[in-house]
């Protein structure tokens, strides 16, 4: 009899410790989620990294060539310098 309630035991403690691992607050569940969610973070971090660099080289290069600026002030705001005739073409 108390070969069988020791095995019982163990067994259920065996159930329980299992569940807990794969299903239990820190779980491999939990675990392979977050790998997941970081994994996605790296990529939108690498991405956002890029479009900084970007940003940076434009913001610099603002700041030392007049031409950008012009051109930039073309482009965006439609600015025409004195005695040019502005065309626009519809398609």
Not at 11 to 36: A, R, V
Not at 49 to 76: G, I, S
Request: charged share 20%; aromatic share 10%; net charge negative.
């Amino acid at each position: 009899m108390l070969k069988i309630g020791l095995a019982m035991s163990l067994f259920l403690t065996t159930i329980y410790l299992q569940y807990q691992f794969w299903f239990g607050q820190g779980g491999y569940h939990e675990y392979h989620t977050l790998q997941q969610a970081i994994k996605q973070q790296q990529q939108e971090n690498t991405r956002l990294e890029t479009r900084n660099q970007a940003l940076a080289a434009e913001v610099a290069d603002l700041k030392q060539n007049l031409a950008a600026v012009e051109e930039q002030a073309r482009m965006k705001l439609g600015m025409i310098k004195r005695d040019e005739v502005f065309y626009q073409i519809v398609e």
